[in-house]
């Protein structure tokens, strides 16, 4: 029980670091560039990130696991081992769908243009 809540602060408290680390290292980065002169539009000039697209980047990441645990199924039927099998087509199916909607969000950027 208590390396199970040990585990679990250990975890959350590294999430926490980084994003503490990112967001007071970009605090300063910004403050210092605003002290050498550097205008504010230079902060706002990447691309914003739409729910959209990130609500694709989902539903495809979400279609490509349920593919991949059905076809891990399938091999699994076939004589291949529970572990490999699921495994396996979860992270291929996976990263099949993240690369589908990493076109699709690029055609669309296109198109928007």
């Known amino acids: 029980m208590a390396e199970t ?24 980065e910004r403050l210092a560039l605003i002290e050498n ?10 691309q914003k990130y739409s729910f959209g697209q990130f609500i694709l980047n989902l539903a495809l990441l979400a279609i490509g696991v349920g593919v991949g645990v059905l076809v891990g199924a399938l091999f699994t039927h076939g004589g291949l081992e529970d572990g490999v099998a699921y495994t396996s087509c979860i992270f291929i199916f996976g990263g099949i769908g993240l690369l589908a909607s990493f076109f699709l969000n690029r055609k669309l950027a296109v198109k928007e243009l």
Not at 37 to 46: I, M, P, T, V
């Open 5 to 28: 809540i040990l585990v679990v602060l250990i975890i959350f408290s590294s999430i926490f670091g980084v994003i503490f680390t990112f967001l007071t290292t970009r605090n300063k």
């Open 37 to 46: 002169g550097a205008d504010a539009k230079l902060f706002n000039s990447g």
